[in-house]
């Protein structure tokens, strides 16, 4: 299925973060690769706003980033729910990249230190110097082995065909081949936090 965003995001962002809500509920286990942005599911409050912020005036849409934001932090706490399990890559640049002030990255990069030690969630970080066995990708979700949320400039595509959703799986595998995690991503997380200060 495909979605354009300007459709999706005609009245404003929120209901694209409290429509998911079901679907985050439902799901044991979620893989998350993010190439570009700090994962929705690991954003603070001030980073999603501007995030949000930056989406709405890039789209012309309706700019309802706090209370858009405020919906994704909320659906966020299915961090927590022990029964489920969080698979997050995201490149090393993605630490770099400047959404909101010093302040709102110092307090995102933080929040990223904190939940590592959730039981629920493994979170690696790619580094800039890994042998590339694949290639960087758009950002996707996968939502246990039912269903791709792919997120692309114009649109949000949902694969359910299962040699598609296959295919997304083992490159998901490959990058998490390439990935940190533990002592040396928190180590990757603190040098870009120290560059914020």
């Known amino acids: 299925m495909y979605k354009e965003w300007r459709h999706l995001q005609r009245t404003g962002l929120r209901r694209n973060q409290t429509s998911a809500v079901p679907l985050y509920q439902r799901t ?8 570009n942005v700090i994962p929705g599911l690991l954003q603070t ?3 999603a706003e501007a995030l949000l912020g930056t989406i709405a005036e890039f789209e012309r849409a309706v700019n309802d980033a706090p209370a858009a934001a405020a919906a994704r932090v909320e659906r966020s706490r299915v961090l927590y729910d022990r029964t489920k399990r969080f698979a997050l890559l995201v490149e090393e640049d993605v630490l770099y990249f400047p959404l909101g002030d010093a302040e709102t990255m110092s307090e995102q990069l933080d929040f990223l230190l904190s939940v590592m030690p959730l039981a629920s969630v493994s979170l690696g970080v790619i580094p800039r110097t890994a042998p590339r066995q694949m290639w960087t990708l758009e950002g996707f979700l996968a939502f246990d082995d039912s269903q791709v949320q792919v997120e692309t400039l114009s649109a949000n595509i949902t694969i359910t065909r299962p040699s598609e959703i296959t295919l ?14 533990g002592a040396q991503a928190r180590r990757l997380i603190q040098t870009a936090a120290t560059t914020r200060r």
């Open 28 to 35: 044991r286990h979620m893989r998350v690769y993010c190439s």
């Open 45 to 47: 409050r001030r980073y």
């Open 168 to 181: 997304y799986l083992r490159a998901f595998e490959r990058l998490s081949e390439m990935a940190v995690y």
